[in-house]
């Protein structure tokens, strides 16, 4: 089982690219900073992931936030 951030990280990317999103555009559309979008595409975030950031994600790639966190890949 991989680790959860590491998961996070590749679907996020998985979907950006599914929908031709830039990493700036999902900035703009979850208010996240560079620097957070940028952890988050690296899995490499200090604190690990919030539910609420999750959500945030999942609304912005039009997806369910349990399809982030799944080891489907």
Same mark, same amino acid.
């Given at each position: /089982? +991989?680790n959860?951030k @590491?998961?996070?990280?590749? #679907?996020? *990317? !998985?979907f950006? +690219? +599914?929908?031709? /999103? ?5 900035q &703009?559309?979850?208010? !996240?900073?560079? #620097?957070?979008?940028?952890?988050? $595409?690296?899995? +490499? ?5 919030t ?5 945030? &994600?999942?609304? *912005? $790639? #039009?997806?369910?936030?349990? @399809?982030?966190? @799944? @080891?489907?890949?």
């Amino acid at each position: /089982m +991989k680790n959860i951030k @590491d998961s996070v990280a590749e #679907n996020v *990317a !998985f979907f950006m +690219k +599914k929908q031709g /999103m830039t990493a700036s555009e999902l900035q &703009l559309l979850t208010n !996240f900073g560079t #620097n957070t979008i940028g952890m988050i $595409l690296s899995g +490499k975030s200090t604190r690990g992931i919030t539910i609420a950031t999750l959500q945030t &994600l999942s609304i *912005a $790639l #039009n997806v369910e936030p349990g @399809d982030l966190v @799944d @080891d489907w890949q």
